[in-house]
């Protein structure tokens, strides 16, 4: 943590990036997995009306770890245009988390959330990097729950509140997903100031082999992956209607 700290007092906008091959990295994946697969296997014996009450106490979580981190920024004078409006794709997943519950039920919602939120927040927790930390454990640790809790709730969604994967959904989610980048790409333009947002002005500072080549080719490169990880996603928790 010295290190943390050092880095923090000289550099504002410190990215903390954690390798995955250290004990720290190793440590922090083994956790989540467990918690995440843990609370699964809690909801797989409870009845229904107890598995939507575990579903809606996650979803309460999520609320308030995102009102709660929100006004501590604003309250200590850490809030920032450019990094802390929802247009991360992670903080889109959270967001839908957070209401999903709470409106009528809509599948587009959940499919979004299915594939964009279990995917990105796989791709946070093997590769993180949390972005201007300070150093403090309440954001180490909403990073994780934060990014957990988007991993967890589609897969609990889809095993235990009885929702499914709608055919082409991938695709479909797919095209969403270029919709919302047509969307916060000027809007990164527009506030300047090093905004980020999807990272969409420059890649992230990650070691991951699926982020590669310079602007804005790393993007064109995303396009294909994120297509064949969505289609072999579908395939996987589809299969058995195959």
Request: hydrophobic content about 50%; overall charge neutral; glycine content about 4%.
């Amino acid at each position: 943590m010295n290190l943390i700290l050092y880095n923090f007092i000289y550099s504002k906008d410190l990215h903390y990036i954690i390798d995955l091959q250290s004990f720290e990295g190793v440590r922090n994946l083994l956790i989540s997995s467990l918690v995440i697969v843990s609370i699964l296997i809690i909801g797989r014996n409870l009845n229904k009306s107890y598995k939507l009450y575990l579903a809606k106490a996650i979803c309460i979580l999520a609320i308030i770890l995102t009102c709660y981190g929100h006004i501590i920024d604003v309250i200590n004078d850490n809030w920032k245009l450019h990094e802390d409006l929802p247009f991360h794709l992670c903080s889109i997943s959270n967001l839908i988390t957070c209401i999903i519950l709470f409106v009528p039920r809509n599948n587009k919602l959940f499919e979004f959330l299915f594939y964009c939120g279990f995917l990105g927040g796989l791709m946070a927790i093997l590769t993180p990097q949390i972005n201007y930390y300070d150093g403090g454990h309440f954001m180490y640790f909403e990073y994780y729950i934060s990014h957990g809790i988007i991993i967890l709730f589609p897969l609990y969604m889809f095993y235990h509140l009885e929702m499914k994967l709608s055919k082409f959904s991938w695709l479909k989610t797919f095209f969403i997903l270029n919709i919302l980048m047509v969307i916060i790409m000027p809007i990164n333009y527009l506030i300047g100031s090093g905004s980020n947002y999807m990272y969409l002005a420059e890649s992230p500072k990650i070691d991951n082999p699926l982020v590669f080549g310079d602007w804005p080719y790393y993007i064109l490169n995303w396009e294909i992956i994120v297509l064949i990880l969505f289609y072999f996603t579908y395939l996987i928790f589809t299969r058995k209607k195959l």
